[in-house]
């Protein structure tokens, strides 16, 4: 490994630990030139599916666009970062689970929506309104009966007030 220091190609590795998950492999080095040290970290190279748009055009998985669509949907609302990121860990092993060199943006979507339905159903609701493009307010009110745990009340005409006048 070269020094990020000095440039020199002679390091060597005075310690080595694997994280609690035991998926990242931390090394301290030490260069011979210039006596200095740094860490590098070393974890498997994982290759998850290219997202093929809906115009065709593809693009590189993004794993912090998928991220920040959740918290887009989830802003203001009380779900926790954990959640979030335990969220995102489970899209990505399905995405990878599949196999797949290339994959719909459709299907991450579906894949956001079933993960949103868990953790709050009003985000549900946000990220569905815009994945689905809903065009009227059917649409709206049929995604919300879709999650709610009771029905939708009928929209109500506003009560005529009445309104009297009184004579000096």
Known sequence: MKCHFCGA????????????????????RRCLSC???????ERAEIRLPQ?????????????????????????????GAE?????VARIEEKLL????RE????KIGAMVMRELKKLDKVAYIRFASV????????????????VSSKPLKAARAP?????TTKNP
């Not at 689905?132 to 919300?144: G, K, L, P, Y």
């Open 97 to 100: 689970a599949q196999g797949e």
């Open 131 to 146: 994945y689905r493009n809903f065009e009227d307010i059917d649409e709206f009110s049929d995604a919300v009966r879709e």
């Open 35 to 41: 006596d200095k040290r740094f860490t590098t970290y």
């Open 103 to 106: 994959i719909a943006s459709e």
């Open 9 to 28: 190609e002679d390091t060597i590795v005075a310690d080595t630990r694997v994280n609690e998950d035991g998926d990242v492999v931390r090394r301290r």
């Open 83 to 87: 959640a979030v990121d335990n969220a």
């Open 51 to 79: 997202v093929v748009k809906r115009n065709g055009s593809r693009a590189e998985y993004n794993r912090d666009k998928l991220t920040a669509s959740l918290w887009l949907a989830l802003r203001k609302r009380p779900v």
């Open 159 to 163: 009560k005529a007030t009445r309104r």
